[in-house]
């Protein structure tokens, strides 16, 4: 907290004597005699009082940055700043304290949210945005902290000591809290709200929102309560896996098998047991939290011919995109240590090897387990593939088998899941064919098993086993029922990977071309900086989604119908009419319901802000400007509506 010089405070409080003296006489007296003796004991003209850093969530955080008014703009010129206006008053103490101690904050508002400013501040700068391991990672060369990864910080400016900068900023009211972007006013929070932690929390997750699209969970954080020490969801740091540790496992292992066979004989239906070679890693997951070089021996060695999973690039030096890259990659391996294993081959020294693999371009990233592998086609930030590395995690463990419940509370958080409906007749042979997709669906699509009746009954599921994809909690089927055909690995993912997007899904970079080639593509264009309007929007616009599927089903079932009426026509004319060589030509006649001619229309949205400058140059839309609008994208001409949402 900044203090004021010795000399204004001694004006300050002169001009207080002369004129309370009547009413006041001996705390003013008392002051005005103490008030030299404290400036002969200074040494400075500043008199700073340094608070001592905090600890949250087990790590040390520095005190909020307390903004000296006359360097307001430099302070905040770089990325996004959430600023506390307050003012400090003086408040008399007799008998006379250290001079910390005369300056209080008269402000009751702002004396009753500086604990909930704290505590907000403490949560958010010890959060990781994206979710990894337990261990606490602070290092400034750490890009998974909340400052680095979203450029974000606090800040506090009292009002009283610069009372300039805040009337340069136009701040009248104490405490009002306001943000700013490259030292520019974007908005602040609204005075009528309620001021608590959970509406100030509000406030900053539609910030963040906009700032990372799709980075912040739904509903928001558990947040802890002001002066609380810990988030509520917070747990220490796991221990470092050892060999005591792994032996524990492994003598927990028999019991947690007989627990689990004596809980089978509840269920009304048991499938065919699968034989299947163990995913478990032979050693402990990347122990060192490091990238592993690799070479061509140790490369066979410990990825090819074992079960372990591994998240591996394959570089050259000279690559600029490799370059960009090598920080996200190191902070992953720590991000990843103990849970999944990270390496890496230097193409320029390892050409058979990276030859073999069939690496065409750099930087190329693959996941390995079990002699499989599938290439990682998404972003490359930190964030993208710490979140393709938990999921890859969780597929490790199989498909999951769930029930009616599960399901439900799965649809909350997943747009599209595939579902494989089993009975007591699957056999070993089905389940292993399907345990061969959970590597290609990583990072696209959740998949799920299940033998549960009131799931069979909603879905109308009549033969076993039968493969469906639900979106949104629409259906579509999966028509191959031959048993030869549901164990046909590409067949099926050919299948999945037609119908493993949303019905609206967000156009990015890594999925634009699977969502824009070969169709008419319905794009919206939305913004999330109006939160309501923006959810609204992506209602209406995927409500239009529906009605369109809906429409083309009505007409695919009409045409159908129409041309099997055609051909019963043509049999029974031929029938009355004893023409044999009719009869056979009618009965040879198919049933073509072929659509290669007719081109596919889907339905996506786009972020109007993040994407400005393409939809500018690509379709002459000035979104500040324009507003939100729905384009028409067929491949070479666009079409843009007059209208907005």
């Known amino acids: 907290m900044r203090l004021l010089p010795v000399s204004l405070l001694l004006a300050v409080f002169s001009s207080v004597v002369t004129s309370e003296a009547p009413e006041q006489p001996l705390g003013a007296t008392a002051v005005a005699k103490e008030l030299p003796d404290l400036k002969a004991e200074s040494t400075k003209e500043d008199v700073d009082d340094i608070q001592p850093p905090t600890i949250f969530n087990g790590v040390e955080v520095p005190p909020i940055p307390d903004i000296d008014g006359s360097k307001f703009n430099a302070t905040i010129k770089d990325g996004y700043w959430f600023v506390k206006h307050h003012?400090?008053?003086?408040?008399?103490?007799?008998?006379?304290?250290?001079?910390?101690?005369?300056?209080?904050?008269?402000?009751?508002?702002?004396?009753?949210?500086?604990?909930?400013?704290?505590?907000?501040?403490?949560?958010?700068?010890?959060?990781?945005?994206?979710?990894?391991?337990?261990?606490?990672?602070?290092?400034?060369?750490?890009?998974?902290?909340?400052?680095?990864?979203?450029?974000f910080h606090f800040g506090s400016l009292n009002c009283f000591a610069f009372g300039d900068a805040c009337l340069e900023n136009k701040v009248h009211l104490w405490p009002s809290f306001v943000l700013y972007h490259d030292h520019k006013e974007v908005k602040r929070f609204d005075t009528g709200k309620e001021r608590n932690i959970q509406t100030l929390s509000d406030f900053i997750e539609d910030v963040l929102e906009t700032i990372k699209p799709g980075s912040r969970a739904k509903p928001g954080p558990k947040l802890p309560e002001p002066g609380a020490k810990n988030s509520v969801d917070f747990q220490a740091p796991a221990p470092a896996p050892t060999s005591t540790l792994v032996s524990d496992a492994a003598a927990a292992q028999k019991p947690a098998a007989e627990e689990a066979k004596a809980q089978t004989g509840v269920k009304p239906l048991k499938a065919t047991e699968v034989v299947k070679k163990t995913t478990k890693p032979s050693v402990a997951q990347n122990p060192l939290g490091k990238s592993r070089a690799f070479t061509a021996e140790t490369f066979q060695s410990q990825v090819t011919m074992t079960q372990d999973a591994w998240f591996v690039k394959f570089y050259a030096p000279w690559c600029a995109h490799c370059q960009a890259m090598a920080p996200n990659w190191i902070q992953l391996s720590k991000e990843m240590k103990g849970r999944l294993n990270v390496g890496e081959v230097n193409c320029e020294v390892e050409k058979r090897l990276c030859k073999d693999v069939r690496v065409r371009g750099y930087p190329t990233i693959l996941f390995f387990r079990g002699g499989e592998r599938v290439e990682y086609d998404g972003?490359?930030?930190?964030?993208?593939?710490?979140?393709?590395?938990?999921?890859?995690?969780?597929?490790g463990d199989g498909v999951k088998d769930i029930d009616a419940v599960e399901f439900g509370e799965l649809e909350e958080k997943e747009e599209v899941i595939f579902v494989y409906f089993y009975d007591h007749a699957t056999t070993s042979e089905d389940f292993a064919a399907l345990e061969r997709l959970t590597l290609s669906l990583i990072g696209h699509a959740r998949l799920v098993k299940t033998n549960s009746a009131k799931l069979a009954e909603r879905y109308k599921i009549t033969t076993w086993p039968r493969l469906i994809v639900s979106r949104d909690g629409r259906p579509t089927y999966y028509t191959a029922l031959a048993p030869q055909d549901m164990r046909d690995f590409r067949r099926v993912l050919h299948w999945m990977q037609s119908v493993w997007l949303p019905i609206v899904p967000e156009l990015?970079?890594?999925?634009?071309?699977?969502?824009?080639?070969?169709?008419?593509?319905?794009?919206?264009?939305?913004?999330?900086?109006?939160?309501?309007?923006?959810?609204?929007?992506?209602?209406e616009f995927k409500s239009a989604a529906i009605e369109w599927m809906d429409k083309e089903i009505a007409t695919f079932q009409r045409e159908r119908q129409e041309l099997r009426d055609a051909k019963q026509l043509r049999l029974e004319e031929a029938e009355d009419r004893n023409d044999q060589r009719a009869l056979r030509a009618a009965k040879q006649m198919r049933?073509?319901?072929?659509?290669?001619?007719?081109?596919?229309?889907?339905?996506?949205?786009?972020?109007?802000?993040?994407?400005?400058?393409?939809?500018?140059?690509?379709?002459?839309?000035?979104?500040?400007?324009?507003?939100?609008k729905v384009i028409i994208n067929d491949e070479d001409v666009s079409y843009t509506s007059t209208s907005s949402f």
């Not at 958010?124 to 261990?135: C, E, I, W």
């Open 87 to 151: 003012s400090y008053d003086f408040t008399l103490v007799a008998p006379i304290e250290p001079i910390s101690n005369i300056l209080r904050p008269s402000c009751p508002h702002c004396q009753h949210i500086a604990p909930t400013w704290q505590t907000l501040y403490e949560f958010y700068y010890t959060s990781k945005p994206v979710p990894a391991g337990s261990a606490a990672d602070t290092a400034s060369t750490s890009m998974n902290t909340f400052h680095a990864y979203y450029d």
């Open 508 to 539: 990015t970079a890594s999925n634009s071309r699977e969502i824009m080639d070969g169709k008419l593509v319905v794009l919206g264009i939305l913004t999330r900086e109006r939160p309501d309007e923006f959810m609204m929007a992506k209602k």
């Open 379 to 395: 972003l490359r930030g930190l964030g993208d593939f710490v979140t393709y590395a938990n999921k890859a995690i969780e597929a």
């Open 591 to 628: 049933i073509n319901m072929d659509k290669t001619d007719h081109k596919e229309v889907g339905f996506a949205w786009v972020d109007g802000v993040f994407w400005d400058r393409w939809i500018r140059t690509t379709y002459g839309i000035d979104v500040a400007k324009d507003g939100e």
